[in-house]
């Protein structure tokens, strides 16, 4: 075997960077931050660049359709509640820059809890230990008497729980987004998976009421997304049964004869994500429309979106 020489570069072949591909321009780069600057001054000093300008696309639309009056709906999973963001929530339901709301199940349990106590809960050792976790009284008991009566009267889900909880005034409905949607009328859906859910396992569950209550919530959330064209759609902290559950809603309004177009659909979540959740949400947005995946921690990512949403909008909010 002959001894291995080094190359000479002498004769490389190079070529001028201008028949390079350019990547990002010098417009769309970063500022400074300053000292004493505002919210706006802040956002204009991000680069157009990466989840920035992601987040800047998401805002636009989202401006677009408020300005329009197009569907702004907003789909989420227990986490957005554990992340302390119910308070923007119910915001941005009264301010109308959410005009359509789906929950899981235990997105449903955590604004109950909050509505009860001011507080979210998780499970102590002891209680996994004696089974006791899957049987919390309060809230099972006011969920599932709610639904049985609502479901008497032909509600779903989301506005039985809504109107008992309107009903009882308890102390922290401020921060319950529940009992905001129903209050101001605007649409609440849940989507809870049978078995799954804590408040199926209460003495008080009555399993033909939550399954008339739960496919009236199927119905109605197909009729928001028949109404959705130009619309925007965002799943905040739901990896598995909400991306699933809005894109079967669709098929059934298009299957119906609806023609939904120009649909942009939003996941944010946080990085680690399994492809299904992201494939569910491209899939949601054709042919026509456009799939944004906001990737971070929802407690920073979704303030800092209608933060950004509600500069642009400014006073048109009033």
């Known amino acids: 075997m002959s001894k291995q020489r080094p190359l000479s570069f002498k004769s490389l072949k190079t070529a001028p960077l201008r028949d390079k591909k350019v990547n990002h321009r010098e417009q769309d780069f970063g500022a400074p931050y300053q000292a004493g600057g505002s919210l706006s001054d802040f956002l204009c000093s991000l680069p157009n660049l990466g989840i920035a300008s992601q987040l800047f696309i998401v805002r636009d639309q989202i401006v677009q359709a408020y300005r329009s009056r197009r569907n702004i709906i907003l789909a989420c999973g227990g986490q957005l509640f554990d992340a302390g963001l119910s308070p923007l929530l119910t915001r941005l339901i009264e301010l ?3 005009n359509g709301l789906a929950m899981t199940g235990a997105a449903l349990l955590r604004d109950v809890e909050i509505a009860l106590t ?5 499970s102590s ?3 996994i230990r ?7 009284d309060e809230t099972g008991q006011l969920i599932n008497d709610a639904i049985n009566l609502g479901a008497s009267e032909g509600w779903g889900i989301g506005k039985s729980v809504g109107q008992r909880l309107i009903d009882a005034e308890w102390e922290h409905l401020e921060h319950s987004v529940v009992y905001t949607a129903v209050r101001l009328g605007t649409p609440v859906t849940v989507h809870t998976a049978t078995g799954a859910d804590s408040f199926h396992f209460h003495p008080s569950a009555h399993g033909e009421s939550i399954g008339a209550a739960a496919m009236m919530d ?4 197909a009729g928001l997304m028949a109404e959705s064209s ?3 759609v965002l799943n905040i902290a739901s990896n598995a049964v909400m991306p699933q559950v809005l894109l079967m809603a669709l098929a059934a309004a298009r299957n119906l004869g609806h023609a939904v177009e120009q649909l942009t659909t939003v996941l944010i979540d946080r990085d680690t994500l399994p492809h299904s959740a992201l494939s569910g949400m ?10 944004v995946h906001l990737q971070g921690a929802v407690e ?19």
Do not use: C
Not at 118 to 122: D, L, P
Not at 130 to 136: K, Y
Not at 218 to 221: D, I, K, M, S, W
């Open 230 to 232: 130009n619309g925007v």
């Open 118 to 122: 001011g507080n979210t809960f998780t």
């Open 300 to 318: 920073i990512m979704l303030p800092l979106l209608f933060a950004s949403v509600l500069e642009a909008l400014g006073d048109e909010l009033k």
């Open 130 to 136: 004696n089974g006791t976790f899957i049987m919390p």
């Open 218 to 221: 199927t119905r109605q959330l």
């Open 125 to 127: 050792l002891s209680s």
């Open 96 to 98: 109308r820059l959410i």
């Open 282 to 291: 491209k899939r949601l947005a054709r042919p026509d429309g456009q799939a």
